[in-house]
């Protein structure tokens, strides 16, 4: 027994260091087993108890905030840059959560599982956000993508949700294979998987021309791709979007993107930072070619959650900048542009799930003709949102993108910028030209009451408020992200 | 004697293209499942000649998660091509048309 100890020999501090993690799987555990035991008017009990778990994940990993340090044999980092990203992850899985109650119960998918499986899919999103070797992203990845197939694809009778799991599901896995095999590629180049090795060896050896340490980053290049939906990898996004249950795209639109960025930012600029000149042009294109393409395509859409599912690959693209940059200063801007963007992604979805009805045939942009008038309160609501997505003062989108845009003009990237506004002003056309129907068109029909969802508006109100709380006084915040990304080890 | 780490390299690139062709000609959603899988295993022989080549045990570690993980994705894979040939009555990628593709 001693010698078991001893060769397993796990300081039990370290168990610290994943308590948010290891709370939401006895909470996702608990739900499954409290499942059993409800009856079908209790089952919003369910819904209480998830946001109970996700808020005391909260308070462990405010008790962490500001330790560093690696654990579980360098597989599991602690740092605020970490942290920070939990609380975006987890601000998402809340609100995921809330607005999910009412919008299950009309779809009439009213299953525990749907709360066990969103709380395991996030415990993989911290994981990833946590992870400090890469096969640990592989597996938080994985964690997290099999319990999102599964959600996308849970209106099971329903073809188009099936059809949104499997597509998500096929190219999402071959994606993985592409993310495994330039790990594959990494590990023979360095002779490394942690981080913090890889970044060690490549700066002790600076590879010349190391065909297998390249052709290992383009592959992850490729991986991450695919997850964070840039382009040529995005196009799963807009029927993946559209297919899935609207609280569920909400969650991958949120949820899904920040913990891929959060890997991809770690590996690119901690691990593969000795070779920065090598992969940053590549991210250069990409970021013009994704930001262009969504923006672009963007503006031909009917479809409210296709519209959705291209805005965010124009936000993946100026994400992008921030890689491309490579600096703390730009990591920082990351963190502070996915926190504002989950806020604004959570209070669109908010929207479309108060305006769709059960089946959501059609979500069309028509559906939203003199709204503005007739819910005063929503086009409010939408104004902020729209305004915020489109980057136009003052909402936390325009704060976002000015602290982003500034790290990447301090490197040099004018071009980028320039071409990433001229972006946003494409973008100022399809997010304003939602208001414009819903304030000066008239409406399509007669009186369709909107539901009174009051978890849906209590979602939505609280993105609100956050947008406006991070558009007006951004300087706490982006302190409290600067302040992360410092601690962040490895980082410059 | 035993061959040297590029053998392996290239055979495994070599499965891995095998797996990609499968992806984009087969139209057999089962076939195309399988040529993942397919990819996926082909990693997993770089990670153990790797593993090998540089006298470290983690490659051979790593192999075991990714197996691990491929046998949860077979499961749910599966699942969801069940509850989507219930609805669709077929196994065609083709047929993945009722969302623009």
Not at chain 1, 201 to 220: Q, V
Not at chain 1, 482 to 489: E, F, G, H, K, Y
């Amino acid at each position: 027994m001693e010698a078991i100890e001893r060769m397993i020999n796990l300081p039990s501090s370290s168990f610290q260091a994943i308590a948010p993690e290891i709370i939401l799987v006895l909470g996702a555990l608990f739900i499954l087993v409290l499942d059993l035991f409800l009856t079908r008017e209790r089952h919003h009990y369910l819904q209480y108890f998830s946001l109970a778990f996700i808020a005391l994940a909260g308070w462990y990993t405010a008790q962490l905030w500001g330790d560093t340090g690696f654990h579980f044999y360098d597989m599991i980092i602690v740092d605020n840059f970490r942290l920070s990203i939990a609380y975006t992850i987890l601000i998402a899985a809340g609100m995921t959560i809330l607005m999910s109650g009412p919008y299950i119960k009309r779809e009439e998918v009213d299953l525990g599982e749907y709360y066990c499986l969103t709380l395991l899919a996030t415990v993989g999103m911290l994981f990833m956000a946590a992870a400090a070797d890469l096969i640990m992203i592989f597996v938080s990845l994985e964690t997290m993508s099999i319990g999102v197939y599964i959600l996308a694809a849970f209106q099971r009778y329903r073809v188009a949700s099936n059809e949104a799991g499997l597509k998500y599901l096929l190219i999402g896995s071959f994606a993985t294979s592409f993310l495994l095999y330039g790990i594959a590629l990494v590990y023979a180049a360095t002779g490394h998987t942690d981080l913090d090795g890889i970044s060690r060896f490549l700066t002790n050896n600076p590879p010349a021309g190391d065909k297998i340490l390249y052709a290992g980053i383009a592959m992850l290049v490729v991986g991450f791709g695919f997850k964070v939906a840039a382009f040529p990898f995005h196009l799963w996004t807009p029927d993946v979007y559209e297919g899935a249950p609207t609280s569920i795209t909400a969650f991958m639109a949120a949820g899904v993107k920040v913990a891929a960025f959060a890997a991809f930012a770690r590996v690119f600029m901690s691990a593969l930072h000795p070779v920065h000149d090598q992969w940053a042009p590549a991210l250069y294109w990409l970021a013009i070619l994704t930001m262009s393409l969504g923006n672009l395509v963007a503006v031909t859409q009917t479809n409210i959650k296709r519209l959705l599912a291209y805005s965010s690959i124009a936000h993946a693209g100026y994400l992008l900048i921030g890689i491309t940059a490579g600096t703390s200063e730009a990591a920082s801007a990351m963190v502070f542009y996915l926190a504002a963007y989950t806020l604004m992604t959570m209070g669109v979805f908010a929207v479309v799930i108060y305006l769709g009805h059960k089946g959501e045939p059609n979500l069309t942009l028509y559906d939203f003709a003199g709204l503005g008038y007739r819910y005063p309160l929503l086009g409010f609501a939408m104004v902020v949102l729209m305004m915020s997505l489109a980057g136009l003062p003052p909402t936390a989108g325009f704060m976002a993108k000015f602290y982003l845009f500034r790290a990447a003009i301090r490197e040099d990237l004018v071009w980028l910028v320039v071409i990433a506004v001229l972006n946003s002003v494409v973008s100022v056309y399809y997010y304003l030209g939602i208001l414009v129907r819903m304030f000066m068109n008239p409406p399509e029909e007669e009186g369709r009451a909107l539901p009174a969802y009051v978890p849906v508006g209590v979602t939505l109100a609280v993105s609100i408020a956050g947008i406006i709380l991070l558009g007006i006084f951004p300087t706490p915040w982006i302190d409290a992200a600067q302040r992360s990304v410092m601690v962040a080890l490895g980082m410059r | 004697m035993t061959p040297a780490l590029p053998y392996y390299l290239t055979l495994s690139a070599i499965l891995f293209a095998v797996g990609m062709m499968g992806v984009f000609t087969r139209r057999n959603v089962l076939i195309v499942f399988m040529s993942i899988e397919l990819m996926l295993n082909s990693v997993n022989l770089a990670f153990v000649a790797i593993s090998r080549h540089l006298n470290a045990v983690n490659g051979q570690a790593i192999v075991m998660f990714v197996m691990a993980v491929a046998a949860a994705e077979v499961a749910v894979g599966l699942a969801i091509i069940i509850a989507w040939f219930r609805n669709r009555e077929s196994v065609d990628v083709d047929d993945l048309s009722l969302l623009k593709w």
